[in-house]
């Protein structure tokens, strides 16, 4: 799976955490390893812009996504055919985030974690015009993102392990390549 990150905001945001969300949510919606995706993160100005022009709403707005490839059951990026299955682009707006997550009570990061989901819900086809498509595409981005937490939180548990593994095996002497054993004694 290729996704593409390009960060025109001006905001420093850490990308690869934008990336292992879209790709954990991609890979929970069993999306081929051959789709492609992109996520671009603009500034105010260009998302009120984009908002206008695509959307006929004035002023920005925190997540667009623009579908390439109809993502349905006669075309999945999992199917035989030619080539990978371009999903379209998911478009950030990190400022916009910042105030919805102040509003929200949690971190931008986690703000634009849920917009990245969300984005890439829209591009599956997903939307939340009714009562009851909202429920499941609100349903669906919320155990996404619980699933994502838990297992991030996970790998660090891991992690941190390891690295107190590696402390106690370097202070103990066997934190050597394997086989090299300790030094001759003369």
């Known amino acids: ?48 812009d984009l908002h206008e022009r695509w959307m006929d709403l004035p002023g920005p707005t925190d997540v667009m996504s623009f579908p390439m490839d109809e993502y349905d059951s006669a075309r999945r990026p999992d199917s035989a055919g030619s080539g990978p299955a371009l999903l379209g682009d998911i478009v950030l707006c990190p400022a916009f985030a910042k105030d919805q997550a102040k509003k929200a009570g949690h971190s931008t990061l986690d703000e634009l974690h849920l917009l990245t989901v969300h984005g890439v819900l829209h591009l599956l086809g997903y939307d939340h015009a009714e009562p009851e498509e909202e429920r499941e595409m609100f349903g669906l981005q919320n155990r996404i993102l ?18 107190a593994d590696d402390k106690v095996l370097g202070a103990v002497g066997l934190d050597d390549e394997p086989g090299a054993g300790p030094a001759p004694a003369n």
Request: proline share 2%; aromatic share 4%; hydrophobic share 50%.
């Open 1 to 48: 799976m290729t996704i593409e990150i390009a960060n025109e905001s001006g905001v420093a945001v850490p990308e690869e955490t934008i990336v292992s969300v879209a790709r954990f949510a991609l890979d929970k919606m069993s999306v081929s390893q051959l789709a492609e995706l992109s996520i671009v993160l603009v500034d105010l100005d260009v998302m009120a």
């Open 146 to 163: 619980a699933e994502y937490r838990e297992a991030r939180d996970e790998a660090e548990r891991a992690q941190a392990q390891r690295s």
